[in-house]
């Protein structure tokens, strides 16, 4: 057993790709050591794949909690029907475990925020940050029987976190996230209700938002602004979800540390067996369940469905598509990619195919589709659509589902057929066979709110 985990050990040191795909030839430690000293950050962990969500996709999570103001953010949670993260701090589960209780029971997700937040210890050295994440999950685990594998550091990784302490927590399993949306709550005490607002508005919008809020003590404000910021991505369009390790982590990038830390190559071995046989003694090993309590049924059955989903996305048949009334045709494996349970491929390919005109116009990034009566606008940029019906528009939709690889405009089948006055009629996708069937109507296709449009464009695409 001992050979074994030297074995491991050994080879699990040496990373299999870097950030940007290139395989990195290392002999051993020192190399690996070395590379991390100079601040460059090893690949993800090797074969972790994620799911990128159907729709656009908010996750809220909460930093510093739990608090006296924890209850009042999980009722407003629950009577919106939404899902969130709470990054909690080991020494406030301790003096509030019925939160964390309540948290976990909700279906809420729980992360681990480190013990006591004190950012002069927790970046001094990476052992001190690695013994608070150990002290808050023996907490988590005491408390409600999870082990919670999302990291947040306190304060944002940029300027906080090194390349070692990248490399060692996920070596540990860990999953650290950042955030691409600050909403600002935290910027000093009593912030106006109408600025946090305004901060989350003011962000860029993207197809997943992962919003920075807190629930510790002193963030009324937060509590009172959270309705109104979940109204307002509703009305954008946007669903909720709990974070998990299949969501692809938004991270800052390794920014010059602002402590003054010194790793030695001694220590990094010490600390690199040390997050290893945690991993080896609490991560479970690819494709099996994770051993968690009942009340976390829910948000663990959403990470292995999204994984078996993820693990079968690479198309391995031809897909074949029979137009009703008209000629079909078959795509190779090159000519669609399936994400997830979504057929995406190229905008004109298929418009074209199905008698349609498509236009490029370059300074403006736009593509523009015509078919029949129906010509929709596909706006980069704005990452939106419009839609025209007969010349008239009838429609414009925001944060559009589509993506400009290699110069070509990939969008999702059943979006665009919906767009261009059809629909799926029939969809076989097993094993041996990839079919789906399509109709169009040219009449009487639109109601007075545009129904089919948002439907179309937020069903379960294949």
Known sequence: MAVLLLVYLWFSIVPVQAAEGKGISAQDGQEIYQMLK????????????????EQPTVYLTFD????????QVLDILDKEDVKATFFALGEEAKAHPDLIKRIVKDGHTLGNHSYNHVYK??????????NQIQ??????????????QLVRAPGGTYTNFDAYYYYLMEQAGYTVLDWNVDSGDSKRQNVPVNEIIQSVKNAPLEHEMNVLF??????????????????????????????????????????KPKWSRNM???????????????????????????????????????????????????????????VVGGNGYTLDQSQYELQGDRIELALRFLVEKMGGRMEWNEPVKTAYAHY???????????????????????????????????????????????????????????SGTREVSLA???????????????????????
């Open 64 to 71: 510093d909690g739990p608090s006296k103001l924890t209850p």
């Open 38 to 53: 100079s601040g460059k950050r090893t690949s993800m962990p090797k074969e972790k794949t994620y799911k990128k969500p």
């Open 264 to 322: 030695s190559f001694a220590h990094f071995n010490e600390l690199l067996q040390e997050t290893q046989q945690y991993a080896l003694a609490h991560v479970p090993p690819k494709n099996e369940p994770l051993d968690t309590p009942e009340q976390l049924v829910n948000q663990t059955k959403i990470a292995r469905e999204e994984s078996a989903q993820a693990l079968a996305s690479k198309p391995s048949l031809p897909l074949k598509i029979n």
């Open 440 to 462: 169009f109507r040219q009449f009487n296709m639109w109601n007075e709110n545009n129904s089919l449009l948002k439907n179309s464009l937020f069903a379960i695409n294949y």
């Open 372 to 430: 029949g009566m129906y010509d929709v606008e596909y706006d980069l940029p704005k990452r939106s659509i419009r839609l025209y019906k007969l010349g008239n528009r009838v429609a414009t939709h925001n944060l559009a589902d589509m993506s400009l690889v290699e110069g070509t405009i990939r969008v999702p089948l059943q979006n665009t057929v919906g767009l261009l006055g059809g629909r799926i009629t029939q969809s076989v996708m097993d």
């Open 135 to 148: 002290r808050s999950e023996e907490i988590f685990a005491d408390v409600a029987g999870v082990r919670p």
């Open 214 to 255: 807190h629930d510790g003590t002193g963030h009324e404000s937060t509590v009172e602004a959270l309705p109104q910021v979940i109204h307002y991505y509703k009305k954008l369009g946007y669903t909720f979800a709990p974070l998990t390790t299949e969501v692809k982590p938004k991270q800052f990038p390794v920014g």
């Open 121 to 130: 210890e927790l970046y001094s050295d990476f052992q001190n940050f690695w």
